[in-house]
């Protein structure tokens, strides 16, 4: 993860660099301009000075052929040696070609010409030492003209060159201008796309907060391409989001669960009608059918009693599902004395899965449905099977009917515990499907209730609870 202190860091270093490196370019070139610049003034004052020393020199000379003394021979050994030493600093320079031979060969006449007639000076030799300063007069001004035409050549190419040199400043200008430029504007682009990033994290961060405000927390997630501290940010907000949502999700669900809980006492309640006077009262009638002979009779109140005593107990209580299958059992007898021939019941049950822990009043609402909404109306043939085995360490518990079947929307409204409820009269106990799953949810997580039906085909619910 890339911090944004280090991104704007690393900006502002590769920034300052590259105008470090514009400006160290943009010195080297003009520094190489005022090279070419000074080199071209050096080389006209050097042929200026070599003209005035070749004059002072010759000057020199002629002061000492007039009066030929030590101290004006020292001044002309002081001229010589200056223009001696001009003409080795001209000789090393740039300039190459014939005019540069010719002019050295006359510098060199010059002193020769010059030494000639200090010689002849010295011997007193009036006609050598006048043939050679004559000459030497002619040579000086040869060399003059000569310095002239190099000076003009000199200023002509140093024309030319200004020329070069001012188009190359002009465009070197304009190259740097344009370089300033995009790096000003790239240096824009950046600030606004690196300020539009954190502000667009930000903005969609304040709006996911504002959803939750309002507690809506099934937005989607909010998305941070770059790895930094919004990215952090935005992964520890997203996180946090759904631990709130499940927290919620949670305390709806216990807070629901505890009306069901409350309502389900209450119904009880509603039905605990004195039960030891009822109980009492249908045994009373049971023992008095059997001593009058009516045994099916007397079976029958029994039953009634059992069922009753079963149903107005305490249903959030936990009991073994071998006591579910005896109560569907005398729930049974009750119907087949209602409906006779008309309805079989049948059993499949693995013994081993008998004292499995189950809420109480689980099996016997699903077999009302199947008489209710699935049999009640068949004038023969209805049959109901109640299956019970061991499928990959769970317990199932299927109940089938060959009854009227149910379209989808039906079994999907009956599994969405969610959605609410139909109100209706109710028959027996009156704890509905969703009553049922909810208390089996709550009763064990890994369980769950799944309806296979089809219209005029009959209907199968298979629950899962886990084998204990």
Not at 3 to 22: D, E, P, Q, S
Not at 130 to 141: G, P
Not at 301 to 323: H, P
């Given at each position: 993860?890339?911090?944004?202190?280090?991104?704007?860091?690393?900006?502002?270093?590769?920034?300052?660099?590259?105008?470090?490196?514009?400006?160290f370019i943009r010195e080297q070139s003009n520094q190489r301009v005022m090279e070419l610049y000074d080199e071209s003034v050096e080389q006209l004052f050097l042929l200026n000075e070599i003209t005035r020393m070749t004059t002072q020199t010759f000057q020199s000379l002629q002061i000492y052929v007039h009066e030929p003394l030590p101290q004006n021979l020292t001044y002309y050994e002081d001229d010589k040696r200056q223009l001696l030493r001009l003409q080795h600093e001209f000789a090393i320079n740039e300039l190459d070609g014939i005019t540069k031979k010719n002019y050295l060969n006359m510098l060199s006449s010059f002193l020769e010409q010059s030494d000639a007639t200090?010689?002849?000076?010295?011997?007193?030799?009036?006609?050598?030492?006048?043939?050679?300063?004559?000459?030497?007069?002619?040579?000086?001004?040869?060399?003059?003209?000569?310095?002239?035409?190099?000076?003009?050549?000199?200023?002509?190419?140093?024309?030319?060159?200004?020329?070069?040199?001012?188009?190359?400043?002009?465009?070197?200008?304009?190259?740097?201008?344009?370089?300033?430029?995009?790096?000003?504007i790239v240096?824009?682009?950046?600030?606004?796309?690196?300020?539009?990033?954190?502000?667009?994290?930000?903005?969609?961060?304040?709006?996911?907060?504002?959803?939750?405000?309002?507690?809506n927390y099934s937005g989607e997630d909010v998305v941070v391409s770059r790895k930094d501290e919004l990215w952090f940010l935005t992964k520890t907000f997203n996180e946090m989001k759904q631990n709130i949502h499940q927290s919620v999700t949670e305390i709806e669900e216990k807070a629901r669960l505890a009306q069901l809980l409350k309502e389900m006492e209450l119904k009880s309640l509603q039905n605990q009608i004195n039960p030891h006077f009822l109980f009492n009262t249908l045994n009373s009638i049971s023992?008095?059918?059997?001593?009058?002979?009516?045994?099916?009779?007397?079976?029958?109140?029994?039953?009634?009693?059992?069922?009753?005593?079963?149903?107005?107990?305490?249903?959030?209580?936990?009991?073994?599902?071998?006591?579910?299958?005896?109560?569907v059992k005398e729930y049974f007898f009750i119907q087949k004395t209602r409906f006779g021939d008309r309805v079989t019941f049948e059993e499949e049950i693995e013994p081993e899965?008998?004292?499995?822990?189950?809420?109480?009043?689980?099996?016997?609402?699903?077999?009302?449905?199947?008489?209710?909404?699935?049999?009640?109306?068949?004038?023969?043939?209805a049959h109901i099977v109640l299956i019970i085995k061991e499928v990959n360490g769970m317990v199932c518990i299927e109940i089938k009917d060959n009854g009227v079947g149910m379209d989808q929307e039906t079994i999907d409204r009956l599994l969405d515990t969610r959605s609410p409820a139909k109100k209706g009269s109710g028959h027996s106990t009156g704890i509905g499907m969703r009553n049922v799953i909810n208390r089996l949810t709550l009763f064990d997580k890994e369980s769950h209730i799944d309806i296979e039906s089809m219209h005029g085909k009959g209907t199968t619910v298979k629950i899962y609870i886990t084998k204990r």
């Open positions: 993860m890339i911090k944004i202190r280090t991104k704007l860091l690393i900006y502002f270093v590769a920034l300052l660099v590259l105008i470090v490196v514009v400006f200090i010689e002849g000076v010295n011997r007193q030799d009036i006609q050598q030492y006048s043939l050679s300063l004559n000459e030497a007069d002619i040579t000086a001004s040869y060399i003059h003209e000569q310095t002239l035409e190099l000076i003009n050549d000199e200023l002509t190419d140093y024309k030319e060159l200004s020329v070069i040199t001012e188009d190359m400043i002009s465009n070197t200008e304009k190259m740097w201008t344009m370089i300033i430029l995009s790096i000003i240096s824009v682009l950046f600030a606004l796309w690196f300020s539009d990033g954190i502000t667009r994290t930000i903005g969609r961060l304040t709006k996911a907060a504002q959803r939750i405000s309002a507690g023992k008095t059918a059997y001593i009058e002979g009516a045994e099916r009779t007397s079976d029958l109140i029994s039953s009634v009693s059992a069922l009753l005593r079963y149903n107005i107990g305490n249903l959030d209580r936990e009991t073994l599902l071998k006591d579910e299958v005896k109560i899965c008998l004292s499995t822990p189950i809420p109480c009043l689980t099996l016997q609402p699903i077999i009302e449905n199947a008489f209710m909404h699935g049999i009640e109306e068949m004038s023969e043939g």
